[in-house]
């Protein structure tokens, strides 16, 4: 061979070469480089992101929905820290909580929302609310007399993004308070609180605040719709009917404000029931079934179901899990498999229990610890913090479901957390591979296999890039 021959063999080996390493780092960079890789969208029973990768949602409650209207915990701790401590269980979403009330006030006042200050007094009385003011700014300094509400629910959603966590927010309940009882005013739409064009207005308003938020993936339309009081109420309209009714209305409505975001449906019975939608049976009182085309646009890729699972679920407490899981599968986990009509993705949104010593050894949470993560289910515990501001008329009342202590400095049950709680995390945020998927058609996220698939082959493209290398190390030094 030629000398210049060797050398324009060298010359395009080289331009291989480099060509290689390129599409090796883009494949590498490109998708983490782009956290939160939104807009989610569903598939069947899977949430995915854009890159393909199928998500679980994995998280925690973070009210912000009671009296003061303002995201519990921070009396006593900055918002970077408590996210810190999300963070250090390996979630990757909060459930943050908001009251239609406080849209309500927003638009009573000029469409200005009102300052924390003002709502701590409003909500604690002048010297009690000034006295938490304080606490509150002196934890979190980038507060002060002119901060609202809505800008602690901003700076929450913005170091969630810092710390990569993604935002789920929550229409919790009407008028603002401790939730959910038959008897609040605010089960079912037209209850005493429960003005159905306050609440479509209200989340109208979120949907389109949080376009501001990079992490917003989700918006619920409503916690724990329930029967109430009111007997004429319950006869003609606690059903799937109306259900169905002002379910599309709402979806609708955040839709129209914010096409990205998915929207959670919840059942019937406190969230405990969803059955009628997963086995299309006969949306009663009347005929018609659950049809994805009624919500346009956007029924095949945005809905998810979500389920509430405390341990009364269905009947009395039990301490067989099979029996638990028995009950879970025929209250809704059903979508997950090929029995479901409807399938679709499946988020516990609530489910928790009071943290002690004896935590660790409660079979009720083991089984379901075990059991979301078994059927790529998502999740989120009640409740992170350890303490309200003020709850059912008793100040700085404790809360001893709070993953956080009193004052949020640490875990109530540190046996809990490190046996049973951060196992489940790390077993539910485990990539999800096509052996997973027992769930057929309806969606494994094929569409989008060719992104997973350069992703995985990247080992790949390195080896041989490296045999290559090592080729026209061998070849030059022969030379
Ligand atoms: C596939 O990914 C693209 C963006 O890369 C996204 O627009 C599309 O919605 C995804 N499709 C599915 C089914 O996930
Ligand atoms: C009960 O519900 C009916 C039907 O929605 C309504 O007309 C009536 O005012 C309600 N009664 C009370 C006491 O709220
Ligand atoms: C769920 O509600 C339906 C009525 O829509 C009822 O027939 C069924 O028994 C309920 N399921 C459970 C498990 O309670
Ligand atoms: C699911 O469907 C299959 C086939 O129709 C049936 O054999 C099985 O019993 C069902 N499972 C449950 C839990 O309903
Ligand atoms: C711990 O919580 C359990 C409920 O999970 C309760 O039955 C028990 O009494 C509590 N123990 C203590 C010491 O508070
Ligand atoms: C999928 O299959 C696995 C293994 O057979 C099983 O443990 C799991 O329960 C199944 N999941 C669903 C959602 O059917
Ligand atoms: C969970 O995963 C994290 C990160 O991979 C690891 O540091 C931690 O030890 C794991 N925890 C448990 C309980 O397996």
Redesign the pocket.
């Known amino acids: 061979m030629e000398r210049t021959g060797h050398l324009r063999w060298l010359t395009s080996w080289l331009a291989v070469l480099s060509a290689l390493f390129s599409l090796s780092l883009s494949t590498e960079i490109e998708p983490r480089a782009s956290w939160p890789n939104g807009p989610l ?1 569903t ?1 069947g029973r899977w949430i ?1 992101d ?3 990768a199928k998500v679980t949602y994995v998280g925690i409650n973070w009210p912000g929905s009671l009296e003061t209207m303002i995201p519990e915990g921070l009396q006593y701790q900055s918002i970077e820290a408590l996210v810190s401590k999300i963070k250090s269980l390996g979630m990757n979403v909060i459930r943050l909580t908001y009251a239609t009330e406080m849209i309500d006030q927003y638009y009573d006042n000029d469409e200005k929302d009102i300052t924390i200050q003002q709502a701590f007094v409003d909500a604690l009385g002048q010297q009690d609310g000034m006295a938490i003011y304080e606490k509150v700014v002196s934890n979190n300094p980038s507060f002060g007399a002119e901060t609202t509400r809505l800008q602690v629910f901003d700076a929450i959603a913005a170091e969630c993004a810092k710390q990569e966590i993604y935002v789920h927010l929550d229409n919790h309940i009407s008028k603002a308070g401790w939730c959910c009882s038959p008897i609040d005013g605010n089960s079912w739409w037209n209850d005493v609180y429960f003005d159905v064009n306050n609440w479509g207005r209200g989340l109208s308003f979120m949907a389109e605040h949080g376009k501001s938020w990079p992490n917003l993936m989700s918006m619920s339309l409503r916690n724990e719709l329930r029967i109430s009081l009111n007997d004429t109420q319950v006869a003609s309209s606690y059903n799937w009917e109306d259900w169905y009714k002002y379910v599309r209305q709402g979806a609708d409505a955040i839709h129209a404000a914010n096409p990205d975001v998915l929207i959670f449906l919840s059942g019937l019975d406190s969230d405990k029931n969803l059955t009628a939608v997963v086995q299309g049976a006969a949306l009663q009182l009347g005929t018609a079934t659950f049809n994805r085309d009624d919500f346009e646009g956007y029924g095949d ?1 945005k809905l998810v179901l979500e389920l509430h699972v405390y341990d009364n679920i269905l009947g009395t407490p039990s301490s067989d899990c099979s029996e638990i899981t028995d009950r879970l599968f025929n209250a809704g986990f059903e979508t997950l498999t090929n029995n479901a009509t409807n399938q679709f993705p499946l988020v516990v949104t609530e489910f928790g229990f009071p943290q002690n010593e004896s935590t660790a050894t409660n079979s009720y949470a083991s089984c379901l610890l075990s059991y979301f993560p078994s059927q790529h289910a998502g999740w989120m515990i009640w409740v992170l913090g350890g303490s309200y501001y003020i709850r059912e008329g008793t100040q700085d009342r404790d809360e001893d479901w709070g993953l956080l202590s009193h004052d949020g400095s640490s875990w109530r049950s540190s046996d809990f957390v490190n046996k049973l709680l951060s196992p489940a995390v790390n077993a539910s945020m485990a990539p999800i591979t096509d052996d997973d998927d027992n769930s057929s058609d309806g ?1 494994s ?1 094929d ?2 296999s060719s ?1 997973i698939g350069l992703r995985q082959s990247q080992p790949g493209v390195l080896l041989i890039l490296g045999v290559l290398g090592a080729v026209t190390l061998a070849f030059c030094s022969w030379q």
Request: aromatic fraction near 0%; hydrophobic fraction near 25%; proline fraction near 0%.
């Open positions: 969208v598939s995915t854009a890159t393909g890729n969606g996220g569409d989008n992104a």
